[in-house]
């Protein structure tokens, strides 16, 4: 086994719908922090973490993509494109690509973090489930009040604008090759399904539990706050 990820598939083919109009010019993962696209740090992570070859997963606007980025020699990485003809959501593009025969990385192009992904590898590799996934202790507000009902519907509690807390996917995954069997060819197919098919096929995925810097990049607020945190502090996510 590899005790580093040497095989990347970045998803990079959604319209961005969120951040219009600027995604009507720009596919997301070329929306700029500074000067870099969201996409190029990430790939320059990547390569830091040892990844010698990247599948780009292209769709709207794959063109702007692959202009940009070409073959990866710029980035001194190994990119190449799988471009769908037909939407097939983020796991059923995974069937489409050749040679994915160990373990390799999944991931969103549009999410701006710390994480090592060499640390997350290796995690996955030491634990051997099919899956990795991820996650991030996300904190939500309510900005509420909140009642606590009894069977009767009398109110046992008034819980003034309470924070919840949850684990969520940061958009991540480490994969085993057999996890691909697990995909319908030719239909549309998302990764939280290939998730719950993994659950009900008794192949339970393992969490990966992230505590550093995450943000998803799917709103205008989240591009802001990005832009703000990256200009801050952009030699943390550029090793």
Same mark, same amino acid.
């Given at each position: 086994?590899?005790?580093?990820?040497?095989?990347? $598939?970045?998803?990079?083919?959604? +319209?961005?719908?969120? #951040?219009?109009?600027?995604?009507?010019?720009?596919? +997301?993962?070329?929306?700029?922090?500074?000067?870099?696209?969201?996409?190029?740090?990430?790939?320059? @992570?990547?390569?830091?973490?040892?990844?010698?070859?990247? !599948? &780009?997963?292209?769709?709207?606007?794959?063109?702007?993509?692959?202009?940009?980025?070409?073959?990866?020699?710029? &980035?001194? /990485? !190994?990119?190449?494109?799988?471009?769908?003809?037909?939407?097939?959501?983020?796991?059923?593009? #995974?069937?489409?690509?050749?040679? #994915?025969? %160990?373990?390799? &990385? $999944?991931?969103?192009? *549009?999410?701006?973090?710390?994480? *090592?992904?060499? *640390?997350?590898?290796?995690?996955?590799?030491?634990?051997?489930? #099919?899956?990795? $996934?991820?996650?991030?202790?996300?904190?939500?507000?309510?900005?509420?009040? $909140? &009642?606590?009902?009894? !069977?009767?519907?009398?109110?046992?509690?008034? /819980? =003034? +604008?309470?924070?919840?807390?949850?684990?969520?996917?940061?958009?991540?995954?480490?994969?085993?090759?057999?996890?691909? @069997?697990?995909?319908?060819?030719?239909?549309?197919?998302?990764?939280? *399904?290939?998730?719950?098919?993994? /659950?009900?096929? =008794?192949?339970?995925? @393992?969490?990966?539990?992230?505590?550093?810097?995450?943000?998803?990049?799917?709103?205008?607020?989240?591009?802001?706050?990005?832009? @703000?945190?990256?200009?801050?502090? %952009? =030699?943390?996510?550029?090793?």
């Amino acid at each position: 086994m590899s005790e580093s990820p040497r095989r990347a $598939v970045i998803l990079a083919g959604g +319209k961005g719908s969120r #951040l219009y109009p600027y995604t009507t010019v720009f596919p +997301k993962p070329l929306m700029p922090l500074q000067e870099k696209p969201i996409l190029e740090i990430v790939l320059h @992570q990547l390569k830091h973490a040892g990844v010698a070859h990247v !599948t &780009l997963a292209v769709g709207y606007l794959a063109e702007l993509i692959q202009a940009y980025f070409g073959k990866g020699e710029r &980035l001194g /990485i !190994t990119i190449d494109y799988s471009r769908e003809s037909e939407p097939l959501g983020t796991a059923g593009p #995974l069937r489409l690509i050749e040679e #994915l025969e %160990s373990d390799f &990385l $999944v991931m969103n192009g *549009d999410i701006l973090c710390t994480l *090592d992904y060499a *640390d997350m590898f290796r995690f996955h590799q030491n634990h051997g489930q #099919l899956a990795t $996934v991820g996650t991030y202790r996300k904190e939500v507000r309510i900005d509420l009040g $909140v &009642l606590e009902l009894d !069977t009767a519907d009398q109110i046992m509690d008034y /819980i =003034e +604008k309470p924070v919840l807390y949850y684990q969520v996917s940061m958009g991540v995954y480490c994969f085993r090759p057999e996890v691909l @069997q697990y995909i319908p060819a030719g239909q549309r197919f998302d990764l939280p *399904d290939l998730i719950k098919q993994l /659950i009900e096929k =008794e192949q339970v995925p @393992q969490a990966y539990r992230f505590q550093g810097q995450w943000l998803d990049i799917g709103r205008h607020e989240d591009y802001a706050e990005a832009q @703000q945190i990256f200009q801050a502090h %952009s =030699e943390v996510f550029l090793p």
